[in-house]
């Protein structure tokens, strides 16, 4: 099953510069482990040391905002598309 996944410009550098990968899984928490086998390092910074999602991240799943969805647990097909969006906060 295949998954692509955009990321950000701040995590590229993870990435060897590609702002697209493809990854498996069959739900969130095994698409972040598949992406830390082929890019090292980038669960670390998606991650906290509890290995839950840091707070300032949000991922869609096909534009679906996982937080209402079934979060890390939430399932994936293949063909999916996960966003990894950095939260932006200022006033």
Do not use: H, W
């Not at 928490?29 to 998606?46: A, H, M, N, V, Y």
């Not at 290995?51 to 869609?60: E, H, I, K, W």
Request: hydrophobic content about 35%; overall charge negative.
């Amino acid at each position: 099953m295949s998954v692509k996944v955009l990321v950000p410009t701040a995590l590229q550098k993870f990435t060897n510069n590609q702002a697209t990968l493809e990854g498996k899984g069959s739900t969130i928490t095994e698409l972040l482990d598949s992406l830390e086998q082929s890019c090292p390092g980038i669960k670390s910074r998606l991650c906290d040391e509890s290995g839950q999602l840091r707070r300032f991240l949000n991922l869609y799943v096909n534009s679906e905002d996982i937080r209402f969805l079934d979060g890390p647990a939430t399932p994936l097909k293949d063909g999916d598309e996960v966003s990894i969006v950095p939260a932006v906060a200022g006033g």
